[in-house]
């Protein structure tokens, strides 16, 4: 090698040690201090621990200093990821990531989400008030005392974040309902069907009682003291969300007089969402209830109006302006009907969307007092004022009582299902109110001593009101119930061992049913026989290290498009619901005449078509797939996952994964539990709680990734609440810095 080249060759190593020296300096100098003092904005002194796991325990002489503090660590903590949540929120990403991101802001404009949580903050109780101001007092804090040094995040996009708000902290309340709530574009897609096919079948596709699952799913369960090792409730939760890094939730413990509550917290709003107090705890899975709806308007933009029935109504534009990074800001037009923002159109018609959330009353922050329920007359009466997005709330207490509530705003309607546009015009189809949280579904210590809710439909076949909604198939809480009723007696430990269950009913149906049929008609195709031979002996788990999992989930989506296109022609890849399972289970099994005549030749082109794609994509006899490299985990910083030579610090995985969307264990590849919790009310430090990456979003923290092996190796976090022991840090009373 001639000596140019070398010289060059030490020049790029110099470059390189110093870009990696860079990193590390800009990174690690902002770890946050875990023990000595801090002189910052509390009232009175205020102790934190933390664990091994790095979870905050706060103690504080009054709730104001515990919430002011839990904003404070969470900046210290998440501060780059909430300016994102609430940038992604309110439409104001492209101005640090540029055109990228013009789609997601372009839509968040129309939503009109900031104008929402605007209105929403000047409608807040007293109580919600006073705790969503102490939180952003103590984020805001910490902006002032660590100016110049925030996240690497900060220093490389070059942009300083603005002081938070309680406006803010609303933002990120509306995405969490955005995400978990938000249907309308199902409702585009069954519209969309029924106008090119047959209407009988596309109806079947979007079974009226069950529903469709646009949004991701959850578990939880609450058993008596009857099924338990202590005699004592156990009751358990595993959130199914996107998966971010960091990931969605921030443990923390708040003590104070009147409050002692431990569990997940949401980066940028105070309290705890999901976790347990010294006498109750709680868990919870979205609800699926429909609440919005998109209305047909005759509207004439260019004249500013929209014909009504009862004369003219108007409609409202406006200009907004969304900052571009690197370009020049784009201008759009904002239109809203009395029902809401135009969204989209269909013909020649434009669709308003209504939905609860940006309302009067759409949003409200129960979660203090909720935090501070003793009981479950309290725990009913702080979600007697929860707006949403609806939930399904399951409950235990330390006297050995447990309880289901469904809460939030469902809209009674009156004349038809919510499913598909309808016409704004016709005055027909308004909303008649929304139902009354005493008429909502609830129970108290059931009979069998068993509350499970996994998203499929909680409402009863009589029940008084119209019922519209997007529920889960029932294949989940059926199994989570089976497992349930094996065993006697259950400690934790028990509990987890059913969250990490990977038995697919619908999956080991559909593999018996091309077993049968592989070995009746595919003797001519010796990797149809193998592949049946292998499905004949299969017990329906979804491992990663096994060949039919990855068999049968080719010939589902095979098959799924053919029922799709027999309904709607040319349709069949824009339906991925997942009620599909269920959709296609009922029909091969009652095998109706007006779908197929023949329903074994309908199995057997799926089949061999997956078989034909697998081989494209493995090259390998069936019996060597594998279900794991087609089913991975990932996780990938939003902005440095990409970036050349440093990108590796900010990525996790990929990992391969068990489970599928029919699975207690439910995997998907962007969805999956957030976190799963079992809270033993026998006794509080026999409790786990687990998250998928690590408490910090500073990536050269210890604890940016430290959760990641015991979650993907279904292992459990203790969940300490009194006898927690680590380094302790003081914040004391100082005047504000400015």
Known sequence: MSRFLKYINVLIGVAAVAALSLTWWTTRRVLPATSGEILTGVRAPVTITRDAEHVAHIRAANVEDALFAQGYLT???????????????AGELAAIFGSRALTSDTEMRRLRMRRAAAMHAANLNPIERQALAAYARGVNRFLEENSGRLPVEFTLLEYDP????????????????????????????????????????????????????????????????????????????????????????????????????TGASLPGAPAVIIGHNADIAWSNTNLHF??????????????????????????????????????????????????GPLMGAEGNQQLALRWNATEPGGFSFPFLELNMARNWSEFRAALSRFAGPAQNYVYADREGNIGYQAAGRLPIRD????????????????????????????????????????????????????????????????????????????????????????YSAFHHYLAGELARLGKARGSANPKMAEASDLLANWNGLMEPDAAQP??????????????????????????????????????????????FGDFDALLLRAFTAALEEGDRVVSLNPGRWRYGPHNQLKLSHPLLGDVKWIGGLFTIGPAPMPGAPTTVFQFSGRVGPSMRLTADLGEWERSTLTTPTGQSGLVLSGHYRDHWDTYIGGGELPWRFANAKGDELTLRPSPSPR
């Open 162 to 261: 603005a002081p938070w708000s309680i406006t803010d902290s609303i933002l990120i309340g509306l995405e969490m309902a955005r995400t978990l709530s938000l249907s309308f574009r199902e409702e585009i897609l069954k519209s969309g069907l029924l106008s090119v096919g047959e209407p009988a079948l596309v109806q079947q596709l979007f079974p009226l009682r069950t529903g469709l699952e646009p949004q991701p799913g959850s578990n939880a369960w609450a058993i008596s003291g009857t099924h338990t090792q202590s005699g004592k409730p156990l009751l358990s939760g595993d959130p199914h969300l996107q998966f971010t890094l960091p990931g969605i939730w921030y443990q923390i413990h708040l003590q104070a007089p009147g409050l002692d509550v």
């Open 415 to 502: 004349g038809y299902a919510g499913d598909v546009p309808v016409d704004g015009a016709s005055g027909k189809f308004e909303w008649k109110g929304f139902i009354p949280f005493e008429d909502l579904p609830s129970a108290f210590n059931p009979p069998s001593g068993i509350i499970v809710t996994a998203n499929e439909n909680p409402f009863p076949p009589n029940y008084r009101y119209p019922v519209s909604g997007y529920f889960s198939p029932h294949y989940r809480a059926a199994q989570i119930q089976a497992r349930l009723r094996k065993r006697a007696k259950w400690d934790a430990a028990g509990m987890a061992s059913v969250q990490r269950d990977v």
């Open 75 to 89: 900046a210290q903590e998440r501060l780059f990821q909430m300016d994102y949540m609430r940038r992604q929120a």
């Open 550 to 595: 990855y068999i049968v989930k080719l010939t589902y989506e095979h098959l799924r498009r053919a029922i799709v296109d027999r309904a709607a022609p040319g349709r069949g890849v824009s339906y991925n619901q997942g009620i599909g399972y269920a959709v296609v289970e009922r029909l091969l099994r009652q095998r109706p005449k007006e779908w």
């Open 290 to 339: 429909d609440v919005s709806d998109l209305y047909k308007e005759q509207v004439n933009l260019a004249a500013g109006v929209t014909r009504f029935e009862n004369g003219l109504d108007r409609v409202r534009v406006e200009q907004e302006v969304i900052a571009v990074r690197g370009g020049r800001p784009v201008t759009i037009a904002v239109a809203s009907t009395r029902h």
